[in-house]
């Protein structure tokens, strides 16, 4: 007991430290980025208790708050990942290898944003138990970037009376579509304490060579953007388990900083199989919204929805509405008689 008060102690020591760093912006992301593992890392690629890792998440940011219409910002984004040589690389080592594909549309010019990313991973270990591990990963990513001008309103296109888009609009736009490739890296430290807890503790660089992103030709690149990241996951007892992460985004001055925790309750069945846990909990995006989540997971299927309630200034231009998210994972073990490694933490 005593213990386990002390590593209650250190977690929520950490999140009162992280509350006080100050937010300023808010860039594309999801608030259940712990569902999108490779999305905020590439070294989070392969690390899961199992052999494949498969999942979907959808956001619709402030909903009908323009005219009543569903428009605004829709996201999507679906990956799965696989680890391997597991067990052949060393007694605890193995790779990871993962694919993520990411779409999401906004405003009126339907600008779309469609990326292909491919991520891999290795995975060391430096005790025969993986306690302390140091995960390293490498990321490529396609981007096509498309917008259509002709719903757009210029100037010259007041008839006096009403804009006409039927009249050219005589923008000096190079092309509608376009393409580049971005590159990401990043590095994870997990430590193990007990037989009950985990920390994980890492950081990543995003758009490394800094591709250009212009329709118009222009010298517009875009910034570096360092990422760090943190979780903590412990099992309270045979029913509870608490999983809380911290994520750092830092671009061109602008700044997003959350994070919360979720709460696990399973409860014992001892007739069937089937493993049921609820899941509850909130996060905070700080400045900016609080996001309460709920959640419910079946053997090793899980189901959350999330919700953004705006805390900014942003209210006045969003009307109150904020944004809508629900992820679902699953992650699965292939049947054969090869080596399959166990991760040192709790399940989630």
């Known amino acids: 007991m005593k213990k386990n008060q002390t590593y209650l102690f250190i977690l929520f020591a950490f999140i009162f430290c992280a509350s006080t ?16 593992p490779m999305t905020t890392n590439p070294a989070n690629t392969g690390y899961f208790d199992g052999n494949y890792r498969v999942g979907g998440i959808y956001r619709a940011q402030w909903p009908f708050a323009a005219n009543g219409q569903f428009v605004t910002y829709n996201n999507f984004s679906a990956y799965a990942d696989f680890s391997f040589l597991d067990g052949y690389l060393g007694k605890v080592d193995f790779m990871g290898a993962g694919i993520y594909a ?21 995975h060391k270990g430096f005790d025969k138990k993986g306690k302390y591990m140091l995960s390293g990963g490498f990321g490529f990513t396609m981007v096509q970037r498309a917008v259509d001008f002709k719903n757009f309103y210029f100037n010259n296109q007041w008839n006096d009376r009403f804009f006409d888009r039927s009249i050219p609009n005589l923008e000096q736009y190079a092309n509608q579509s376009r393409w580049y490739y971005d590159l990401s890296a990043g ?40 990422i760090f990241n943190a979780s903590f996951n412990g099992k309270l007892s045979n029913q509870l388990v608490l999983n809380a992460q911290f994520i750092f985004n830092y671009q061109k001055e602008a700044i997003e900083t959350s994070i919360g925790a979720l709460l696990g309750y399973s409860g014992d069945n001892y007739r069937s199989k089937i493993r049921n846990t609820f899941y509850v909990g909130a996060y905070y995006r700080i400045r900016d919204a609080m996001i309460p989540t709920v959640g419910y997971q079946v053997n090793n299927t899980r189901l959350l929805v999330s919700y953004d309630f705006t805390l900014s200034k942003l209210t006045y231009y969003n009307k109150g509405v904020g944004g809508f998210e629900v992820s679902l994972v699953h992650t699965g073990k292939f049947k054969s008689k090869n080596i399959v490694k166990k991760i040192y933490c709790p399940k989630f």
């Open 21 to 36: 760093i100050d937010s300023y912006a808010q860039d594309q992301h999801f608030s259940q980025f712990y569902t999108q």
């Open 102 to 122: 990411w779409n999401d549309e906004a405003g009126d010019g339907n600008l779309r944003t469609t990326k292909i990313n491919a991520t891999v991973a290795y």
């Open 187 to 226: 590095l994870n430290m997990h430590i193990g304490f007990g037989t009950k807890y985990v920390l994980t503790i890492g950081g990543a660089l995003y758009h490394i060579n800094r591709p250009k992103d212009s329709f118009r030709e222009a010298n517009n690149r875009i910034g570096i953007r360092p």
